[in-house]
């Protein structure tokens, strides 16, 4: 039942209003509409009460709701509505509203608003039955023998669970309901919309308290979901609504600056207005330009982003043309015959919002330096943008295209809704699913990426590739190791935008499992639900650490010594802290001399190879003379080469000799996964590189940084060691070392 439904002790007839008072209200009704360039709720008045229920023609009191149905499909069968019409009103007789109302008159008035909008029969058919199986004797299997399927499919979409079953979780088990019947019949939100709109229109009559709770999940639940439906029209109402209940005194103010505004002799917005139609006339472009107050949200939040407010702010400018290429017809004339603020423009026409909106957005300065913002849209764009989902009629009417075996795909179910549906599977709890609920709703803006087979995924703002995983593999994605964004390598954590290519890469490890890092970078429900569950389910689990450091040395046969900077060991002992990584360890079997490779053009000099960039064949290379006598060899494009020079110090003439043996430092970037290091030596000593230190730092975001020295037979070898390194699964990235020069 509707918070304002009563039943009186003695329920009766209720007596008719006045013939005259019903023509009254429908003519104005009639003229408003003609000369009304777009929806306007705000002008609706109360429905008109109950007129004689005759059997074989339309009961009078739906007069304004046919009216109304009409204007937008005049072969509409009005039989439907008739027989809904009686009973709902036979079923709701002696039932009153806390207004004092006849109850029948809150069906009728969620009526005409879908009526208004544009709603198609099937939609105003089981408006009119909304509330007859919650509050009355009519059953679900009744509906369905009088009016069909869909109708029945509607009314239970938006049909309340009891209190009395569920206790404290029937409000968030009954929006679960309702989004999942959402997710196969958009038309039952459209319903509870227009239902919510006219309770809020009439919350006068109740407590303030209550008034408060229900504008709180008007404001958390309906707004975002109109907004996301895109039915502006109720959304734009909703949220004054909403503005005067929770902040009567921002209201009040915001009222008293439109009241001074409307008081002021001149309007910039008219004087904008006409030098447009002229512009316009004179370019031979078809088209309306009219003046769209503000409402009073709108008006509160332009108010708190620029301060004082002047005759431009409280509006702006719409211009409707017919066709999509006369949008840029009109901007073209507007900007080349006016000031355009370019900074100001967007196009939603080549790039639609995900919520069905198209337009082009645009301002012009006026000399004086207010600036006019300017909507331009074709007719059929703004009854869209306005209306919504609801303007698209009877999205599941069969047509020429569909399938034979009958099942249908739903054009209006968008990417948001589908993980919506999603995620409320898994969430374990109402509370879980209530606060979550608010949560997705409050992100306002879609994303879409690209998946590298052509796909898309619809994410909101701020989404990372945490998100991006989740969505596209499900829990399965607790074995993503890593992503390319663009092309480029990049951390589970960054922040997709608008537009991007996503690559997930995922591991092959059943071991695999998600971090508890992860949690601070999943921003949709889906994944921040599928982790928390994983993480549930396996108590100390998920902290990343044997994940990320890769296995046990020990696998490889050598030792392993944990320090705060790292791990560091070598082919037979530790280096030891504070041990340069290519120095000799003790113990181990000797090398060959380092400057064997390498001839100078002073005999006789020692030579080092430099350690921050290993110079092997056939490397470029250049030498500087260092203390003790000592010629460092360095790779040419070394930075410690700029750096040497800079200083003054003269460069000595090096070349390599013949002996092919050489020592190099290698870097590895990996993503964390259990037994990467047994799988990276494995690799190297497969190609016969012996290793000679080698240092894996801390996980950071997932990725693991190791640093090898090793001995090669051959230089020529070099090349294909690396790329037996890149193909361990994992490891996303091997070069050379390449040590930052020291400041000068």
């Known amino acids: 039942m509707s918070a304002e439904a009563t039943n009186p002790a003695t329920p009766g007839p209720v007596a008719p209003p006045a013939p005259q008072a019903l023509t009254a209200s429908a003519a104005p009704a009639a003229a408003r509409r003609k000369s009304r360039p777009r929806i306007d709720l705000r ?93 009355t004797d009519v059953t679900l299997e009744q509906v369905r023998e009088q009016f069909g399927e869909e109708v029945r499919y509607l009314v239970d979409g938006v049909t309340k669970l009891e209190k009395v079953d569920y206790g404290a979780a029937a409000e968030p088990e009954t929006f679960r309901k309702m989004l999942v019947a959402t997710g196969s019949d958009v038309r039952v939100m459209s319903i509870k919309l227009a239902d919510r709109l006219h309770n809020m229109r009439t919350l006068g009559v109740m407590r303030p308290e209550k008034q408060a709770r229900i504008a709180k999940v008007t404001r958390d639940v309906l707004i975002p979901l109109a907004e996301r439906l895109g039915v502006q029209a109720l959304k734009t109402e909703l949220e004054d609504l909403v503005f005067a209940i929770l902040h009567p005194e921002e209201y009040d103010h915001t009222r008293e600056l439109i009241a001074e505004n409307a008081a ?292 490889t046969g050598g030792a392993r010594t944990e320090e705060t900077g790292g791990t560091r060991f070598g082919p037979a002992g530790d280096t030891g802290p504070g041990r340069p990584a290519d120095s000799a360890v003790e113990g181990a079997p000797a090398v060959r001399p380092r400057n064997a490779d390498v001839l100078v053009d002073r005999p006789g000099a020692p030579v080092r190879l430099a350690g921050c960039c290993t110079p092997v064949p056939p490397d470029e290379i250049t030498g500087f003379m260092v203390r003790g006598g000592v010629v460092t060899v360095h790779r040419a494009e070394c930075a410690a080469v700029a750096h040497m020079k800079s200083r003054g110090r003269a460069e000595i003439g090096v ?51 190791h640093t090898y020295t090793l001995q090669l037979p051959d230089s020529a070898h070099l090349p294909a060691l690396m790329r037996a390194m890149r193909d361990v699964p994992g490891v996303y990235d091997v070069s050379r070392a390449q040590h930052q020069a020291p400041s000068p």
């Open 264 to 555: 002021r002799r001149s309007d910039p917005l008219a004087e904008v207005a006409d030098e447009m139609r002229g512009v316009l006339r004179e370019a031979d472009i078809p088209a309306e330009v009219l003046i769209r107050p503000r409402h009073f949200v709108s008006v509160h939040r332009v108010a708190r982003k620029r301060g004082q407010l002047r005759g431009a702010d409280f509006g702006r400018l719409l211009v409707l043309v017919n066709e999509d290429a006369d949008c840029y017809g009109v901007l073209g004339e507007l900007h080349t015959c006016m000031t355009p603020v370019v900074s100001e423009f967007k196009d939603f026409i080549a790039v639609p919002k995900f919520n069905l909106y198209q337009s082009l957005h645009t301002a012009v300065a006026r000399p004086d330096g207010q600036v006019v913002e300017v909507l331009i849209r074709t007719h059929q764009m703004h009854k869209v943008a306005e209306a919504g989902v609801v303007a698209l009629g009877n999205p599941y009417a069969p047509g020429a295209d569909d399938p034979a075996d009958g099942e249908r795909a739903d054009p209006t179910r968008p990417g948001w809704l589908s993980r919506l549906l999603d995620w409320q599977r898994a969430a374990p709890d109402p509370d879980t699913f209530w606060s979550t609920l608010r949560e997705d709703l409050a992100q306002d803006r879609e994303i879409t990426v690209f998946r590298p087979d052509g796909g898309t995924l619809g994410l909101p703002e701020g989404a990372t590739c945490v998100d991006a995983a989740y969505a596209q593999y499900g829990e399965d994605a607790h074995a993503c190791i890593g992503a390319r964004v663009n092309g480029r390598l990049a951390t589970l954590s960054t922040v997709l935008g608008d537009g991007d290519t996503v690559q997930l890469l995922m591991g092959q490890d059943p071991a695999s499992e998600p971090s508890r890092e992860w949690l601070e970078h999943a921003h949709t429900p889906a994944a921040r639900i599928a982790i928390q569950r994983w993480l549930a389910t396996h108590p100390g689990a998920g902290d990343g650490t044997d994940q990320a450091n890769g296995a046990r040395f020990e696998e």
């Open 655 to 705: 070349r390599w000799g013949d002996t092919a043996e050489c020592r190099v430092t290698l870097v590895a970037e990996s993503f964390g996964r259990p037994h990467l290091l047994a799988d990276l030596t494995e690799a190297i000593a497969l190609e016969g590189a012996e290793i000679v230190s080698a240092t894996v730092e801390p996980p950071s975001q997932q990725r693991v940084r």
């Open 43 to 135: 002008r609706l008045g109360r429905a008109a009460l109950l007129g004689p229920a005759v059997r074989g023609r339309l009961p009078d009191a739906i007069g304004h709701v046919v009216e109304a149905h009409r204007a937008h499909h005049p072969d509409a069968d009005l039989e439907p509505l008739r027989r809904a019409y009686v009973l709902a009103e036979s079923s709701h007789r002696g039932q009153m509203r806390k207004s004092g109302e006849p109850y029948i008159t809150h069906p009728l008035a969620v009526t005409l608003i879908l009526a208004e909008l544009g709603a198609e029969t099937t939609t105003l058919t089981a408006s009119l039955l909304h509330d007859t199986v919650e509050d």
